[in-house]
């Protein structure tokens, strides 16, 4: 399987307007334009005389007026620094790596590092020098002396706010003023107040809500999840019917739910239930489904690799990668599948048989048995490059 591939791969949309290959690239393809593909579309001819854009003109230096706005905002010495750091980036290096890391050392939040969030970083405590051993209280004398004091030189003209500044300036204790105003302490500062109500802390009563179910104790046991990762998953039911099972005591009918659940980031799993309360049987398939969650291979966390084949009972059907754009253009019970593992890609095709059971245990072999490019490189003792680094910039 050859991995490379040259540059008029990118360019095969524009020369060629007839029907598309079915053929499966390994690099990040254009996006589709609006409408359907094919008939009546219209593709804009590449400009070969057009000068293509160097980083220096990109990153252009300050000019005067952005210099002026920047020395409202930043003393003349932030402004220094700022130019030489300006200058000791390359435009280059801004071109080809100024993009969000994704790599697995990555910030899982999107920080500048300029500011200190007091949850997250290393707390900044008051220096040594802030401690006082003979620091005490005002007593009840010396605080009405420092009313008096300020009473007697109190404005004719004064309001509240002068009485709201002698609150704040005015002292508790004896002794050091930074021992009162930053201590020297061993304890890490107070969280702040969260302001947002998405994010409030919540009360005892909703942390232990489902701390007495059996079922999902024994649950997080087997799975290794948490009770938070267990609500975010998404659960869809596919499959309810009635089932009849025929005795010698006489018919015996049942509940029979088939469900999916995944993260929507490359988790999926298939579970089956059956009881003869529809209840029981949907909180069967549901725990079983969590329970068989495994991880899906994806292409550019979007699209699977190449074309995989299934096969259960007299379905047959076969996935093919798409690329960016082309969205999830499948029956049903795919569709779900491919929104709970975090596919955004994909077309299917399923021949001879539909039957829904067989076609989501289908759908979900044919996910679990997709071959890597590096494994197949492996195996045929070759070396595979990406090129996509060098037709795209680095902006991969």
């Not at 291979?297 to 379905?315: H, L, M």
Request: overall charge positive.
């Amino acid at each position: 399987m050859s991995v490379s591939r040259p540059i008029r791969c990118l360019y095969s949309r524009t020369f060629h307007t007839s029907k598309p290959s079915l053929r499966h690239h390994f690099h990040s393809s254009p996006y589709y334009s609006a409408g359907k593909a094919g008939k009546g579309t219209n593709y804009t001819p590449l400009d070969k005389t057009a000068k293509k854009r160097t980083p220096a003109e990109i990153y252009k230096p300050y000019t005067a007026e952005e210099k002026a706005a920047l020395a409202k905002k930043y003393t003349p010495a932030q402004l220094a620094a700022i130019e030489a750091g300006e200058e000791a980036v390359d435009p280059e290096d801004l071109a080809t790596q100024g993009t969000v890391r994704i790599d697995p050392y990555a910030l899982e939040y999107l920080d500048d590092l300029s500011t200190i969030v007091p949850v997250i970083d290393k707390p900044v405590r008051a220096p040594e020098t802030n401690y006082d051993p003979n620091l005490r209280l005002k007593t009840e004398d010396e605080i009405a002396e420092d009313l008096a004091n300020w009473v007697q030189d109190l404005p004719d003209d004064a309001d509240r706010v002068e009485w709201m500044k002698f609150l704040d300036e005015t002292r508790l204790t004896v002794g050091k003023e930074e021992a009162e105003l930053n201590p020297r302490s061993a304890l890490a500062p107070e969280i702040p107040k969260l302001t947002d109500p998405s994010t409030r802390y919540k009360v005892a009563e909703e942390d232990g809500e489902g701390e007495n179910d059996p079922h999902l104790q024994r649950l997080i046991k087997q799975s290794g999840f948490s009770p938070k990762q267990i609500k975010r998953f998404r659960v869809k039911n596919l499959v309810c019917h009635r089932v009849v099972n025929q005795t010698r005591m006489g018919k015996i009918s049942s509940q029979y739910y088939l469900t999916v659940a995944g993260n929507g980031n490359g988790l999926l799993g298939v579970g089956e239930g059956k009881s003869a309360e529809p209840e029981d049987a949907r909180r069967q398939a549901h725990m079983a489904a969590i329970r068989n969650m495994q991880p899906i291979n994806r292409y550019e966390s979007r699209t699977i690799y190449g074309e995989v084949e299934g096969k259960v009972g007299a379905v047959e059907l076969k996935l093919s990668a798409r690329p960016p754009g082309f969205g999830v253009r499948t029956q049903s019970y795919i569709f779900e599948m491919c929104r709970c593992a975090g596919i955004a890609d994909l077309s299917a095709r399923v021949t001879r048989s539909r039957n829904p059971m067989n076609v989501v245990k289908a759908t979900f072999q044919a996910l679990r048995s997709q071959r890597l490019p590096e494994d197949i490189a492996r195996a045929r003792g070759k070396k595979l490059v990406d090129v996509r680094k060098v037709y795209y910039g680095g902006n991969v």
